[in-house]
Nanobody
Framework: QVQLVESGGGLVQAGGSLRLSCAAS????????MGWFRQAPGKEREFVAG???????SYAESVKGRFTISRDNAKNTMYLQMNSLKPEDTAVYYC?????????????????WGQGSQVTVSS
């Protein structure tokens, strides 16, 4: 079992930055693909960014060039640096882990989820 805990969310003005962290416990994440997802009120959960065990990354078009996903296997932690935030980025952000990178990229039966962290961007 892998337990995931997000931190770093909060309230920020449009154009500002936040960094989310996802701390894992229970197992080392070095062999897991990981990702960030978000869910706004009244909307379905959507893919934001993913990172494979080898460090390959993928981003949703809406965040390309503004968000950066990274991982520190030594700290068993994943990050999401969010710059140039927009009001439409407001959502609960979830981190996730799965042995299969495709599951992360396609949001298919992802094995492990964090509890979520609220990000609110004011205009």
């Amino acid at each position: 079992q892998v337990q995931l805990v997000e931190s770093g969310g909060g309230l920020v003005q449009a154009g500002g930055s936040l960094r989310l962290s996802c701390a894992a416990s229970g197992r080392t994440i070095s062999s897991y693909a990981m990702g960030w997802f978000r869910q706004a009120p009244g909307k379905e959960r959507e893919f934001v960014a993913g990172i494979s065990w080898s460090g390959s990354t993928s981003y949703a078009e809406s965040v390309k060039g503004r968000f950066t996903i990274s991982r520190d296997n030594a700290k068993n932690t994943m990050y999401l640096q969010m710059n140039s935030l927009k009001p439409e980025d407001t959502a609960v952000y979830y981190c996730a882990a799965d042995p299969n990178y495709r599951a992360i990229l396609r949001l298919l039966s992802v094995n492990y989820w964090g509890q979520g962290s609220q990000v609110t961007v004011s205009s």
